[in-house]
């Protein structure tokens, strides 16, 4: 069984920084971790992704330029740095992993963390 751990989420303000993190536990092997978000009444959106063993990373339009993740092979951890947030970056942020690689799908990737709050505000 596959756990996820995200944690860093937190209040700023617009044009801070933030950095996700995202513990993968478990014994099954993840091909790809990466990030989607929901903000309050919105559909969730995809946010970016990375492919554990090439370092392969894909990016949601709206965060391209401004959003990077990363990964730590020891660490089992992968990271979102998000940088020049803007209110609208506004959402819960959940961390993902699946066995069949990269893909801006929600339905791409079978394990789902617990989500973590950003809040921007103006």
């Known amino acids: 069984q596959v756990q996820l751990i995200e944690s860093g989420g937190g209040l700023v303000q617009a044009g801070a920084s933030l950095r996700l993190s995202c513990l993968h536990s478990?014994?099954?092997?993840?091909?790809?971790m990466g990030w989607f978000r929901q903000a309050s009444g919105k559909e969730r959106e995809f946010v970016g992704a990375?492919?554990?063993?090439?370092?392969?990373?894909l990016y949601g339009n709206s965060v391209k330029g401004r959003f990077t993740v990363s990964k730590d092979n020891a660490k089992n951890t992968v990271y979102l740095q998000m940088n020049s947030l803007k209110p609208d970056d506004t959402a819960v942020y959940y961390c993902?992993?699946?066995?069949?690689?990269?893909?801006?799908?929600?339905?791409?990737?079978?394990?789902w963390g617990q989500g973590t709050q950003v809040t921007v505000s103006s």
């Open positions: 478990g014994h099954t092997l993840s091909s790809a």
């Open positions: 990375i492919n554990w063993s090439t370092g392969s990373t």
């Open positions: 993902v992993a699946g066995t069949t690689g990269v893909s801006a799908r929600p339905n791409w990737y079978e394990y």
